[in-house]
């Protein structure tokens, strides 16, 4: 069975440091693209961050790009989004989904995820 855990979320102020962790189960981990999405209460789901191939590639949505980072340890399962500088507008649930179509032109794409993880909040107070 496909399990996709996120971890880490909370509370925290506005300029401050979040890190999530997205831990995964039951299918070849290093053989999938694993995304970050988010969604905030009326928006649209969000891709934030992938890592992909191994390690080999990551990528980020221009709202993160220079704040967040994602990173993996392929002898634990897990995808990590080490998220600084967090601002009220990074608030949301965040979701960690697997792929194994994806790629660079095409990662930030929701309706390529079929396993996804139950969410976690995080919440950015000013």
């Known amino acids: 069975e496909v399990q996709l855990v996120e971890s880490g979320g909370g509370l925290v102020q506005a300029g401050g440091s979040l890190r999530l962790s997205c831990a995964a189960s039951?299918?070849?981990?290093?053989?999938?693209?694993i995304t970050w999405f988010r969604q905030a209460p009326g928006n649209k789901r969000e891709a934030v961050s992938c890592?992909?191939?191994?390690?080999?590639?990551?990528w980020y949505s221009n709202s993160v790009k220079g704040r967040f980072t994602t990173s993996s340890d392929y002898a634990k399962n897990t995808v990590y989004l080490q998220m600084n500088s967090l601002k009220v507008e990074d608030t949301a649930v965040y979701y960690c989904?697997?792929?194994?179509?994806?790629?660079?032109?095409?990662?930030?794409?929701?309706?390529?995820?079929?396993?996804w993880g139950q969410g976690t909040q995080v919440t950015v107070s000013s």
């Open positions: 039951g299918f070849p981990f290093d053989r999938y693209s």
């Open positions: 989904a697997a792929s194994n179509v994806v790629g660079t032109s095409s990662w930030f794409l929701s309706s390529l995820y079929d396993s």
């Open positions: 890592v992909s191939d191994g390690g080999r590639y990551t």
